[in-house]
């Protein structure tokens, strides 16, 4: 089964690049048809998609946050990343990582999520 | 941008059945996905392609389509049901995911 943790700094300054990693276990991040996503939730709010790549490499990003938003894939280290440029205290959320497979395109398995401050 | 629309709230008492809708304009042609999460928890899904239940989910959760909306039944609800619950999809396109805005269930 696979298993996802999400780890990164829990405080971001202003304007400056959140950062975060989703290590997967249990499987290989790079065998199969999957889709590896973000989603994050601020406190008290609903849940917002970020973007996901596939196996292949490609992206998808929120249009919403498109100008702001890197996914990544480190097969080496079976891993993959978040970047949020510029961020303000709009992006104070927990994150999470999550993984669909490209049949069920769900969100099947999900990280514990990380709780991420925007503060000077 | 596209939007996912459900109430905010729900009330049943246990044993009734509980029904949250999700509207939007996508979903005859998208699939819809339901996740229950608990507080200080990750969502867990429990119905997958609008009405397919993963396994370990109980036979209590179903789901259902008719036109631009979807509903997640709970029948019999349990206290242990109570918790918040989130509609996903996708654009018309299939290209970006979207949730709704999430319905808190409170079983009474």
């Known amino acids: 089964q696979v298993q996802l943790q999400e780890s990164g700094p829990g405080l971001v300054k202003p304007s400056q690049t959140l950062s975060l990693t989703c290590t997967v276990s249990?499987?290989?991040?790079?065998?199969?048809?999957?889709?590896w996503s973000w989603i994050r939730q601020p406190a008290g709010k609903g849940l917002e998609w970020i973007g996901r790549?596939?196996?292949?490499?490609?992206?998808n990003y929120n249009p919403s946050l498109k100008s702001r938003v890197t996914i990544s894939v480190d097969t080496s280290k079976n891993q993959f990343s978040l970047k949020l440029s510029s961020v303000t205290a709009a992006d104070t959320a927990v994150y999470y990582c999550?993984?669909?497979?490209?049949?069920?395109?769900?969100?099947?398995?999900w990280g514990q999520g990380t709780m991420v401050t925007v503060s000077s | 941008s596209y939007e996912l629309t459900q109430p905010p709230s729900v009330s049943v008492s246990p044993g009734q059945t509980a029904r949250i809708t999700c509207s939007g304009d996508?979903?005859?042609?998208?699939?819809a996905y339901w996740y229950q999460q608990k507080p200080g928890q990750a969502p867990v899904l429990v119905i997958y392609?609008?009405?397919e239940r993963p396994s370990g989910i109980p036979e209590r959760f179903s789901g259902s389509s008719s036109g631009t909306t979807v509903t997640l039944t709970i029948s019999g609800v349990q206290a242990e049901d109570e918790a918040d619950y989130y509609c996903?999809?996708?654009?018309?396109?299939?290209?970006?995911?979207?949730f709704g805005g999430g319905t808190q269930l409170t079983v009474l």
């Open positions: 999550a993984v669909s497979t490209v049949l069920t395109k769900a969100f099947d398995i």
């Open positions: 249990g499987g290989s991040i790079s065998s199969g048809s999957y889709y």
């Open positions: 790549i596939y196996t292949s490499g490609s992206t």
């Open positions: 996508a979903l005859p042609k998208q699939y």
């Open positions: 392609k609008d009405s």
């Open positions: 996903q999809s996708a654009d018309s396109s299939g290209t970006y995911a979207v």
